[in-house]
Each structure stands twice: as structure tokens, then as C-alpha cells.
T-cell receptor, first 114, second 110 residues
Framework: KAGVTQTPRYLIKTRGQQVTLSCSPISGHRSVSWYQQTPGQGLQFLFEYFSETQRNKGNFPGRFSGRQFSNSRSEMNVSTLELGDSALYLC?????????????FGQGTRLTVV | KNEVEQSPQNLTAQEGEFITINCSYSVGISALHWLQQHPGGGIVSLFMLSSGKKKHGRLIATINIQEKHSSLHITASHPRDSAVYICAVRARYNFNKFYFGSGTKLNVKP
């Protein structure tokens, strides 16, 4: 199987701009979840999408949003970027069955806000 | 309290040493993952476990579901193993959400 693909891998943006990151899950996986890792912090849950619907949301401001397309690819968007948004953004792809524990991680997108 | 606790936070070893990193969790899980992150790099998945033991090259991962504990072992450690190792659990009741440990930073000296 092809792995989870996150694009771009690296990105530099200026404060106040917006950014869109993409995650293509494993074929057949309909759930995509997103996480943020800031320097010195562990990975924090942003949100999870399943069948084009957001099912879970972490404790992040409304500047962080996402969506999922009919082919299960997901995008996350951060508007009005702040320096503190500099982080690694990781997505995970999984099936939606408790009987199938298969899940895969992308390599992450490293965002730097200057 | 964090759902996933890792120890140690930092680990320095000499090349060739046997290394153990521990992970304890407090939630019911459907699977546990071990991830590797090199400085400035992305995340690489090493193992996914729901029971027992897995081996890949010099890396061995074990899990004890009853004790809610997992270990990652590295045999004959090498400087290229220097990285942050992260334990991630997939919650059983919310099976598309992962909880992550804070990571173990491993430095293997030649």
C-alpha cells in the first residue's frame, strides 16, 4: 500500500498569512486525524474527519480549520498565522472499525512562521 | 494527568549498548504505536502493536495489555539510532483519536 502522504513537507510563511496543508490517507481509510507538535510540546490533537464530516475537535482556536473530500483526502487550514503556529503538523490515517486497528502516520509538514 | 507516560525523558548510551524505553498508558486502547523522529525531521512509524511482541532488525517492541505497558528495545545501539522515540496509543472508545507520550530523546555516542 502507498503510505500516508502529507504535502508540502516544509513550508515558510509570514505572520498574518494563511496556510493550507494536505493529507492523503491510505487507500480505503476514511478517517483522518490531525495533530500539532510545537517545540518542547508533545503532539496535540487538532481534529478528526470521517466521511467528509468533522467528528472530533481538540482545544484549538477557530483559526484552525479543516475539511475532508469525498476521496478522503483532508486539508487543514490555519488563518492569520502567528509565530506560535510554527510546528510540525502530523496526520494519521485509520479505518473506522474497532476490529481493525490499522493506522498509519504521515511524515508531517514542518511549518515555520516568520 | 497525561494519558500516556514515557520514561526516561532523556537517555544517553554508548554505541553497542542495549536500550529500553518504556511507555505506560491509562486509557483502554485498540493499538499502540512506536514512532521515531530525527532532529528537524518528520515522523517515521516503527511498530504498531495490539498484543505480544514484534521485531524489526535491531528493534523489538513488546506490549502487556493487562499492565497497560509497552517497551521499545534497541539492541546493539548505533549513533544513527539517535532520535526522539514517541509512544502513541489509539483509544478504544474513541478509536480514531491518538494520545501521544512526550517522547524519549535518545543520544547514542560512538
Amino acid at each position: 500500500k502507498a503510505g500516508v502522504t502529507q504535502t508540502p513537507r516544509y513550508l515558510i510563511k509570514t505572520r498574518g498569512q494563511q496556510v493550507t496543508l494536505s493529507c492523503s490517507p491510505i487507500s480505503g481509510h476514511r478517517s483522518v486525524s490531525w495533530y500539532q507538535q510545537t517545540p518542547g510540546q508533545g503532539l496535540q490533537f487538532l481534529f478528526e474527519y470521517f466521511s467528509e464530516t468533522q467528528r472530533n475537535k481538540g482545544n484549538f482556536p477557530g483559526r484552525f480549520s479543516g475539511r475532508q473530500f469525498s476521496n478522503s483526502r483532508s486539508e487543514m487550514n490555519v488563518s492569520t498565522l502567528e509565530l506560535g503556529d510554527s510546528a510540525l503538523y502530523l496526520c494519521a490515517s485509520s479505518s473506522d472499525s474497532p476490529m481493525n486497528t490499522e493506522a498509519f502516520f504521515g511524515q508531517g509538514t514542518r511549518l515555520t512562521v516568520v | 494527568k497525561n494519558e500516556v507516560e514515557q520514561s526516561p525523558q532523556n537517555l544517553t548510551a554508548q554505541e553497542g549498548e542495549f536500550i529500553t524505553i518504556n511507555c505506560s498508558y491509562s486509557v483502554g486502547i485498540s493499538a499502540l504505536h512506536w514512532l521515531q523522529q530525527h532532529p528537524g525531521g518528520g515522523i517515521v512509524s516503527l511498530f504498531m502493536l495490539s498484543s505480544g511482541k514484534k521485531k524489526h532488525g535491531r528493534l523489538i517492541a513488546t506490549i502487556n495489555i493487562q499492565e497497560k505497558h509497552s517497551s521499545l528495545h534497541i539492541t546493539a545501539s548505533h549513533p544513527r539510532d539517535s532520535a526522539v522515540y514517541i509512544c502513541a496509543v489509539r483509544a478504544r472508545y474513541n478509536f480514531n483519536k491518538f494520545y501521544f507520550g512526550s517522547g524519549t530523546k535518545l543520544n547514542v555516542k560512538p
